[in-house]
């Protein structure tokens, strides 16, 4: 099995783009994995969205190779993702400071939450937890459009991810808090987006990248 | 060793390693027990109090296999284990193997957010409320009718011709009415 994307499929509201990204041995493989709750790939993927937290439970022993096998490896042994943000925003230069500390990627919603992840959730996502008491583990998408704060999804909406993406908290980017808002307004990942729908025209992507670094590109649509 | 897999009890609620030690030394040592639910493809559910890692006592893994359409009853059994021949309270079982089993509405209690239990759980305070207020008032409605009898029996000891009028009044309720217009 040589999947052409990242374990953040999984969080990814897009069925289509599981079937052309995983491969179909790798589809197969999740229908059986995951009879007992569902009867085919619509109803696995709709079941995985609801509950992120059980795709690694699901996916435990599985040998996988292709581009992203290490952060495959990662999920799958220990259900692990890592927290950076994967997409590559156009350069927006801008001077803007939100006072949103959000430095960790929705994909994140995958890992299992264990003692070091809630820290990691708790230091690099404190503004969160204004919002919602815990990380939910049900319907995460549907429980974060509630939650998140008008003004900051109207952002995204005004000015554009790219945008949101060079503003600054502290010294940092606010990738990881465009990664967000793009999440919450199309229920999809944009680096899959990326992949899927730019990845042969200009834009480059960062398909399954540890470092995102500012050199490539993405436009909000 | 202990088992890899994934464990049915939240990190929180497993002792460390470390912290068993001290009773598996000398001749009377405690022996760690897993239980293992094996599902085909690789996944081991385990059931344990001690957290995997180097472990200085003796351990005992008992495994039984399950086809992985059984997913759902292979956790399940693993639940009934803890919970009825362990003792292990609900909520020290990690909600993401219950959803992962499926079993979110066996167990809603583990699978909900805290703040929709507590909303549940007000809910049926309140259900219970209004529940226990009418059977107050139905119950004092039943402690009229006794005290009605009572009275009634009362008059009876004291008046046996109060009988006749008694029988009168059951057999002809209108007539009672008449005496008062």
Known sequence: ?221 | MPQRGVYLLKEVYMAEPSEVSSYCRGRDSFVVVYVVASLDGGLDVVYGRVKPGALECPAATFTRRFPRAEARSAVETLIDFATRVDKVPLFQINPEVIRFAGLCDEYPLICEEPAVVIRRLTAGVAEKKTRSQRVVSTASGMWLVEELARILREKLELDGGFAEVLKRVIEEPDKLKECYV
Not at chain 1, 62 to 87: I, K, N, T
Request: a positive charge; charged letters at 25%.
């Open chain 1, 1 to 221: 099995m040589k999947p052409r994307v990242d374990p953040c499929i999984f969080l990814h509201g897009d069925v289509e783009d599981w079937v052309a990204l995983l491969g179909d041995d790798f589809i197969r493989e999740l229908v059986r994995r995951f009879r007992h709750v569902a009867v085919d790939m619509d109803h696995v993927a709709r079941y995985i969205l609801e509950n992120p937290g059980v795709a690694s439970i699901g996916l435990r022993g599985l040998e996988v190779g292709g581009p992203c096998r290490r952060e495959w490896r990662l999920f799958v042994e220990s259900g692990y993702v890592d927290p950076g943000a994967r997409a590559r925003w156009l350069y927006t230069p801008n001077d803007e400071r939100l006072d949103v500390r959000l430095q960790v990627s929705p994909c994140f919603l995958l890992a299992s939450l264990t003692r070091d992840v809630g820290s990691v959730w708790r230091n690099r996502a404190a503004s969160l937890f204004s919002w919602v008491s815990a990380v939910p583990r049900h319907k995460p998408l549907e429980v974060f459009r509630e939650a998140f704060p008008l003004w900051l999804r109207e952002l995204g909406w005004s000015r554009g991810y790219s945008w949101v993406a060079w503003t600054r908290w502290r010294d940092r980017r606010n990738r990881h808090l465009a990664e967000w808002l793009y999440w919450l307004d199309t229920g999809r990942l944009p680096h899959i987006d990326a992949i899927r729908r730019r990845a042969n025209v200009v834009y480059e992507t960062a398909g399954c990248t540890k470092k995102s670094a500012a050199g490539g590109l993405y436009v909000s649509s």
